[in-house]
């Protein structure tokens, strides 16, 4: 059996996992044959697309962690990340917000790291961990965030303490003000309302049942 794809605008074919086939052309510029080794070389094989595909890392992680195999996993075509709450909140629980143990679930990412995903959905949920800027310092408005709760906290008053530090990229953390954008960090002109945010990419598993 052979797999044939043609990349576009392309003259040249490539050759996948081929058995039984006869009279190949023999110009290594025209005929490349590869064996597919792994799913994400299957994946780049069939798109074209080699960067990491974080859908099907985030799957792979998910089945290890469940201690599962032999699964299926179903979501519709082109899955979009979507925005849901971050766990903590500024009162729902304060000591999981302090900064210090926050750093080493989510340790600080270098700028040139930070990749913001190209799409997203709306948000969902009820958003506690929300920020606010207002007055002569935010002229910058970026967003107000509809989905955050009674405990917003005002950047400007004292009583914010080290929540107002935005300044430093966070692993698997975003802020959300709205709209279709994600900021790694909220620049110190920003006003609006904003909320600390983690992605998810939803999807479906289903296993095989024990005999």
């Known amino acids: 059996t052979a797999f044939c794809r043609s990349p576009r605008n392309s003259k040249f074919l490539t050759i996948i996992g081929c058995s039984g086939v006869e009279n190949l052309p023999k110009n290594p510029a025209v005929v490349t044959v590869k064996e597919i080794k792994d799913l994400r070389?299957?994946?780049?094989?069939?798109?074209?697309?080699?960067?990491?595909?974080?859908?099907?890392?985030?799957?792979?992680?998910?089945?290890?962690?469940?201690?599962?195999?032999?699964?299926?996993?179903?979501?519709?075509g082109r899955p979009i990340a979507q925005v849901v709450p971050f766990q903590l909140g500024w009162t729902k629980d304060p000591k999981g917000i302090d900064c210090r143990s926050l750093s080493l679930l989510f340790p600080p990412m270098p700028d040139t790291d930070v990749k913001i995903p190209p799409a997203l959905s709306t948000a969902v949920g009820n958003h506690t961990a929300?920020?606010?800027?207002?007055g002569v310092k935010a002229?910058?408005?970026?967003?107000?965030?509809?989905?955050?709760s009674d405990e917003v906290l005002d950047v400007m008053?004292?009583?914010a303490g080290n929540y107002s530090r935005l300044?430093?990229?966070?692993?698997?953390?975003?802020?959300?003000?709205?709209?279709?954008?994600?900021?790694?960090?909220?620049?110190?002109?920003?006003?609006?309302?904003?909320?600390?945010?983690?992605?998810?990419?939803?999807?479906t598993l289903a296993f095989e049942k024990g005999i």
């Open 167 to 203: 300044g430093i990229s966070r692993a698997d953390l975003w802020w959300y003000c709205g709209g279709k954008i994600l900021w790694s960090t909220l620049p110190s002109n920003w006003g609006g309302t904003c909320a600390l945010v983690q992605l998810v990419i939803p999807f």
């Open 139 to 148: 002229t910058r408005p970026i967003g107000n965030f509809s989905l955050c």
């Open 41 to 76: 070389q299957t994946f780049e094989i069939e798109t074209g697309y080699g960067d990491i595909n974080a859908w099907v890392e985030w799957i792979k992680y998910t089945v290890q962690s469940l201690n599962h195999s032999n699964c299926y996993a179903c979501e519709s």
């Open 130 to 134: 929300c920020l606010s800027q207002q």
């Open 157 to 159: 008053e004292d009583s």
